[in-house]
């Protein structure tokens, strides 16, 4: 919503100052506009592979929805994550077996359907739960496997941010070619008449315009808000490794959580009364 709010301003700022003492026929330049929206899409795909394209088309659609990782959800992370330790501490790890398995059947997960979709988080808090049940393990060692797979994972995400940055980057200089190109028309046509002469001047300079309006008003936007996307989306993974390190280190489920609460950033985080309020009320159902 505040990505189309921030194009028609833009749009407003650019395009509607310039109508007021200028014809807006002038910039219609079909041409450049093909050129310059050619080079940036050939620019593109010759510089990835299948993977990324595909990857960051797939992420495009993300920017015009809002962030799923909010207050609501961390706090069925951290109430679903208590109430898995809560268990082992009371039946033994072996209680979990079961459960870690076969999620999507568990007792315990399936109170939380908003985390069960989401493949990446759960995968990455059944591997360590299966770990744990495995026994024998060395909190360093844990903590360190921990921040390599966070860390593939954010490189892995951020691969579409970084692709639509490039393109932001190169297509003032798209710009600048297409600018070029006509002004080696013009010089063709220097015996053409002066208004002709201006016309196509005027023309040649709108391919550097395009090129830097899209490139800062309406590509680079696009970029800022997939590395949001991305910092959004490790967060829930350092809430899990921080929970399951304290439990792992001896800590009650409690104490545990709390751990994984402090990880947050202060808008999606729940103050300690509401975590407690919440864990409560749902250990008694």
């Known amino acids: 919503m505040f990505l189309i709010v ?37 620019s593109f795909i010759s510089s990835n592979d299948m993977k990324n394209i595909k990857a960051t088309l797939g992420a495009l659609p993300s920017i015009f929805k809002g962030s799923k990782y909010n207050k609501e959800l961390y706090v069925d992370l951290l109430s679903m994550l208590f109430e898995v330790l809560s268990k082992v501490r009371k039946e033994g790890l072996m209680s979990i077996e079961n459960d870690v398995e076969t999620p999507d059947s568990s007792p315990i997960f399936s109170k939380y359907p908003k985390l069960v979709k989401d493949h990446h988080v759960m995968e990455f808090t059944t591997d360590y739960l299966r770990m ?42 798209f710009g ?64 899990v490794k921080a929970v399951l390190l304290a439990s792992m280190s001896g800590y009650a489920p409690q104490v545990a959580v709390e751990f994984g609460r402090k990880v947050l950033f202060s808008g999606d985080r729940p103050s300690f009364l509401e975590l407690e309020t919440e864990l409560k009320s749902r250990k008694g159902k």
Do not use: C, R
Request: proline share 5%; no cysteine.
């Open 6 to 42: 921030g194009y028609l301003i833009i749009l407003g700022s650019a395009i509607g100052t310039y109508a007021i003492h200028g014809s807006l026929a002038a910039l219609w330049m079909p041409t450049e506009y093909v050129a310059i929206v050619g080079l940036a899409v050939g």
């Open 132 to 173: 744990m049940v495995g026994g024998n393990l060395n909190v360093l060692e844990i903590e360190n496997l921990m921040d390599i797979e966070i860390e593939t994972h954010h490189h892995e995400v951020e691969a579409p941010a970084h692709n639509v940055t490039k393109i932001a980057d190169s297509l003032p200089a």
């Open 176 to 239: 600048i070619v297409v600018a070029v190109m006509g002004v080696v028309n013009v010089m063709g046509s220097v015996g053409q008449p002066p208004p002709v002469l201006g016309k196509m001047i005027g023309g040649a300079l709108v391919g550097t315009f395009l090129g830097i309006l899209i490139a800062y008003g309406f590509v680079a936007p696009v970029a800022s808000l997939l590395e949001q996307k991305i910092g959004e989306s490790s967060k829930i993974f350092h809430v």
